[in-house]
């Protein structure tokens, strides 16, 4: 990868498919944006990059590659293959991309305060997967046909989704009256059989009608 193809990369801006960090001060909270784009679309992870976008490079890069390639081998399950370009800006100072391919082995997670956490991207973020979002992922990779039965719950659901513009795993189950194992299923199985779309969010995933 040569500086002017990091250049190009870098004028995207921050946003699903691109991440910058100026240094891997913190390799182990950086690998979650790898996590994140492995379980959503791929993307590219710049180190030596400022916020703004200038490629103004890193001392001591091969330092803070081998910090972030140790995170990566042990701190991600399962294990991501990932591309990784070293280039050096001048004798002192280098920027590293790591390139991330959308996953077909995911969901990935990491351990975090003996928990397995898994991440996804969304926009220029990358938040914690819910429960559901984590099972639509590991169901999805499977790629299973899904049968369910169309009953009353999910009656009530797509009524309600008929005159709202989303509802969430909480306000189903309030508005169903039933336990939460069963709305966070039933939303699952709706998304994994393409009858509902799932909005992920950092506070509570948004269920919407199917466009």
């Not at 909270?29 to 994140?36: F, L, M, N, R, T």
């Not at 909480?170 to 709305?183: D, L, T």
């Amino acid at each position: 990868m040569t500086i002017q193809e990091i250049g190009k990369i870098a004028r995207k801006g921050e946003g699903l498919h691109v991440e910058f960090k100026k240094k891997a001060a913190h390799p182990e909270k950086i690998v979650k944006e790898i996590v994140a784009m492995a379980n959503t679309d791929g993307g590219h992870l710049l180190i030596g990059v400022d916020d703004d976008g200038t490629v103004s490079g890193q001392r001591y890069i091969e330092e803070e590659v081998y910090a972030m390639d140790k995170a990566i081998q042990d701190l991600i399950l399962p294990s991501i293959q990932i591309k990784k370009h070293v280039v050096h800006l001048n004798p002192k100072k280098g920027v590293a991309v790591y390139e991330i391919q959308k996953s077909k082995s995911g969901p990935h997670f990491i351990w975090d305060d003996k928990r397995k956490k898994a991440y996804i991207r969304v926009a220029d973020k990358s938040i914690q997967a819910s429960r559901e979002m984590w099972e639509i992922m590991k169901r999805k990779q499977r790629q299973e046909d899904i049968i369910f039965k169309y009953g009353k719950k999910e009656e009530l659901l797509m009524k309600e989704l008929a005159v709202r513009s989303h509802i969430t795993l909480k306000e189903y189950m309030s508005m169903a009256k039933i336990p939460i194992y069963i709305a966070s299923r039933t939303l699952v199985k709706l998304v994994l059989a393409n009858v509902i779309d799932v909005i992920p969010q950092e506070s509570e995933d948004r269920f919407i009608p199917k466009q």
